[in-house]
């Protein structure tokens, strides 16, 4: 198991504030991705880290991954309730993916 | 879209009972999973799939068996079910192993 740890495990901030939140490992890995998990669904992939340096954005969503490919972050700017839920990120290794332990953002109005 | 389907949504079990979660998958993906949640523990794989007639354990495979006998379907097995299997068990596919990950809905399992 390669492990990836995830930090903060929870985070409650009001509408509009600004977060990261981390994914860390000792590993270094040919990508990362990160996915949300809505209570009661299943998680679904928001993105794919794939280059050392890396910077994708999706709206007010910001991911990073690291120089060594070895840490990733995601940046929300102005978070709103609609960003409420489980964060993940997973890396593929052996035809298996493994997942950190999430962090658990809540956005309250 | 149907996508990545599991059934039962709940179940309660009594301890020593067994049953089979079933998952099936439209999109023609070779790559299946099962994983269960539990709070504050994240995903941990318990069996995986690279194809039909292909299967092999995960991180905790202790107490389930799987079977893929067609690429849509891949049932989940409890034997003799112990409170320890209380959790969320969800069922995945991939097109390729690398490639995203389409989950399903979750079953919730309550063993007493």
């Known amino acids: 198991t390669q492990l990836l740890e995830q930090s903060p495990q929870f985070l409650s901030i009001q509408e509009g504030e600004n977060l990261t939140v981390y994914c860390n490992s000792s590993s270094v890995f040919s990508s990362l991705q990160w996915y949300r998990q809505e209570p009661g669904e299943g998680p679904v992939l928001l993105v794919t880290v794939v280059t050392g340096g890396e910077v994708k954005k999706l709206k007010r969503l910001t991911f990073q991954f690291g120089d060594a490919r070895k840490d990733s972050s995601l940046h929300i700017t102005a978070a709103q309730p609609g960003d409420t839920g489980l964060y993940l990120c997973a890396h593929f290794t052996g035809n298996q993916f493994y997942f950190g332990t999430g962090t658990s953002l809540t956005v309250i109005p | 879209n149907a996508g990545v389907t599991q059934t039962p949504k709940f179940r309660i079990l009594k301890i020593g009972q067994s049953m089979t979660l079933q998952c099936t998958q439209d999109?023609?993906?070779?790559?299946m999973y099962w994983y269960r949640q539990d709070p504050g523990m994240g995903l941990k794989l318990i069996y995986y799939s690279v194809g039909a007639g292909i299967t092999d354990k995960g991180e905790v495979p202790n107490g389930y068996n799987v079977s893929r006998s067609t690429t849509e379907d891949f049932p989940l097995r409890l034997e003799l079910a112990a409170p320890s299997q209380t959790s969320v068990y969800f069922c995945a596919s991939s097109y390729q192993g690398r490639t995203e990950l389409f989950f399903g809905e979750g079953s919730r399992l309550t063993v007493l």
């Open positions: 999109m023609n993906h070779n790559y």
